[in-house]
């Protein structure tokens, strides 16, 4: 499949999905990560993973459907977002947890910190990466797009 040709108005809209089922994604992570930090004496970095684990997986299912609208092969997306993850999390739980149980800083505040640089990072590799090639190819895009063409003024000459 070939490259599709931006659209600055359809990449606003993209974008503007991303953020939004990220922030419910951040609303899961939040929400378990404060569950495990009431119900458990587990340090930073349990509570981290299995927060981050929960919400990863909440993302991808809804942006690969409705922001990317891919019908690319599902087990090659989840790979590659999986080696994004393999790079990431490590990243994310040691320095957060250093800063945390070595700097003092609230726990809270540096899951968020974290949510904040993975949505930006995130964005930009699924758009580019495990997306870029099958963007707009799924059953809803197609039905869109058929309804857009069907819609447009034909010239007659």
Do not use: H
């Not at 299995?50 to 459907?65: K, Q």
């Not at 490590?90 to 947890?97: A, D, F, Q, R, V």
């Not at 707009?136 to 447009?152: G, L």
């Amino acid at each position: 499949m070939s490259r599709q040709p931006m659209n600055k108005q359809k990449e606003i809209v993209r974008g503007v999905k991303f953020v939004l089922f990220s922030i419910s994604a951040g609303a899961i992570e939040f929400a378990s990560f404060a569950l495990l930090d009431w119900l458990t004496p587990w340090p930073y970095w349990p509570k981290y993973l299995i927060a981050l684990v929960l919400s990863v997986i909440w993302n991808f299912t809804l942006n690969r459907e409705f922001t990317f609208r891919s019908a690319g092969n599902i087990p090659v997306a989840m790979l590659k977002v999986a080696l994004f993850y393999a790079v990431f999390t490590p990243i994310s739980t040691i320095l957060g947890n250093d800063l945390v149980e070595s700097c003092g800083w609230n726990d809270f505040l540096v899951t968020i910190l974290n949510m904040a640089v993975n949505l930006v990072t995130e964005y930009l590799y699924d758009r580019f990466f495990v997306f870029g090639k099958t963007i707009d190819t799924n059953k809803k895009a197609k039905s869109a797009e058929s309804a857009e063409n069907d819609t447009k003024p034909t010239s007659y000459t």
